[in-house]
């Protein structure tokens, strides 16, 4: 068995015990980098290993980068090897924000040509509300080895999304709130609004009142009706560091509208340089 895209806790807890699987933690907080880490210290799934946004799942911020830019393939790879996850692996990746986090490490293992990892629909928090076991003992883990076939083809950089716009050849879509898409709220980032023609579907449009994605179906409809005619592989997602974007990219592979790419430095990368231009409202 293999997935690609999401898988539920009855699934996963039929498979606890299975050799072939690894589960990674990957809750944080954007206003307290600590909130992930002692949150997996005080319970969490078990045999999962905890993955650190900032630590393990982005590479140092420069002048010219945003806030999450994306890690060193390299040390990521040696990083799973430690986590005793290999390339035939089945990885579960969660957290307790929908998919937020998760989704990161779940677009990051498909840029190393990993294609056997899933983010598990509901998090923990769907997890516990079914009583499944959490534990705080920490899991005894193997080191393998983990070879990276990188897909430079995943992300685009800010020139080429300028340059797709501008040829009107992508599907720019932001997947930041209302607020601070039009520019009315901006709690993390400098400058407020968006990138021109940016549509906007937040992420948390992906979920149903559980904190469940919705159907395949469903999400086909809605984003299909968003993209227009543009083939999905030509939509372009986007958000404040290149993080949450990740969660629209798996609602659409889940949808099956597949090759959806990611503006991997976002929001806080283009306003790293002023000649870009920005719009509000």
Request: net charge positive; hydrophobic share 35%; aromatic share 8%.
């Amino acid at each position: 068995m293999t997935c690609t895209t999401l898988v539920s806790a009855a699934t996963l807890q039929q498979n606890l015990d299975n050799p072939g699987w690894a589960i990674v933690d990957c809750r944080f907080s954007l206003a307290d980098a600590e909130a992930g880490p002692y949150a997996y210290r005080h319970g969490h799934l078990p045999d999962a290993r905890y993955a650190d946004l900032n630590k393990d799942l982005s590479s140092a911020i420069t002048d010219y980068t945003g806030r999450h830019p994306l890690p060193g393939f390299r040390q990521l790879a040696q990083k799973l090897g430690t986590w005793g996850i290999s390339n035939t692996t089945q990885v579960v990746a969660y957290d307790d924000a929908g998919g937020a986090f998760a989704g990161r490490l779940w677009w990051l293992l498909r840029c190393l040509g990993h294609e056997h990892v899933a983010v598990l629909d509901g998090g923990i928090k769907y997890w516990k509300k079914l009583e499944l076991p959490v534990t705080t003992t920490l899991p005894a883990i193997k080191p393998v080895t983990f070879r990276p076939y990188v897909n430079t083809t995943s992300w685009l950089n800010a020139l080429q999304v300028q340059k797709g716009l501008a040829q009107r050849s992508i599907c720019l879509i932001d997947a930041r709130t209302p607020e601070r898409y039009r520019g009315e709220q901006e709690p993390i980032d400098p400058v407020a609004g968006h990138i021109p023609c940016a549509l906007n579907r937040p992420f948390q449009l992906n979920l149903d009142k559980s904190g469940l994605f919705l159907s395949a179906s469903q999400l086909r409809n809605q984003f299909s009706q968003l993209i227009g005619d543009t083939p999905p592989e030509q939509a372009v997602h986007t958000c404040g560091s290149g993080v949450t974007a990740c969660h629209n990219v798996l609602a659409m592979e889940h949808a099956g509208l597949t090759g959806s790419k990611l503006y991997a430095g976002s929001w806080s990368e283009w306003i790293r340089n002023k000649n870009r231009p920005v719009a509000q409202g």
